[in-house]
């Protein structure tokens, strides 16, 4: 059985890009290690980042379960209930 091998070699435009990722998963995970010195959204910002490019499953769960508790937090960030909603009088 034989090693797939990729379509093309990777160009120095994959490389840069691979390396501003890593820049900016680095910078991401500085913020995290440092919540409370950092504003709510900074520390979205750093939790989307780790969202999508985490590099575990875990590091990835551990920054939406982030932003769960962010949103929890500021309750203001989310859209006003409608008036017509059951329950008000």
């Not at 091998?5 to 890593?22: G, H, L, N, Y």
């Not at 680095?26 to 919540?35: G, L, Q, S």
């Not at 937090?73 to 008000?88: F, H, I, N, Q, V």
């Amino acid at each position: 059985m034989s090693i797939p091998m990729p379509f093309r070699k990777p160009s120095a435009r994959d490389r840069v890009r691979q390396d501003w990722i890593e820049e900016r998963r680095r910078e991401a995970r500085m913020v995290i290690a440092d919540v409370a010195h950092h504003s709510d959204y900074l520390v979205r910002l750093a939790c989307n980042v780790l969202v999508q490019h985490g590099e575990t499953f875990e590091e990835r769960e551990d920054a939406r379960i982030l932003l769960v508790i962010l949103d929890a937090k500021t309750p203001g960030r989310l859209p006003a209930p409608s008036p017509d909603r059951e329950g008000r009088s």
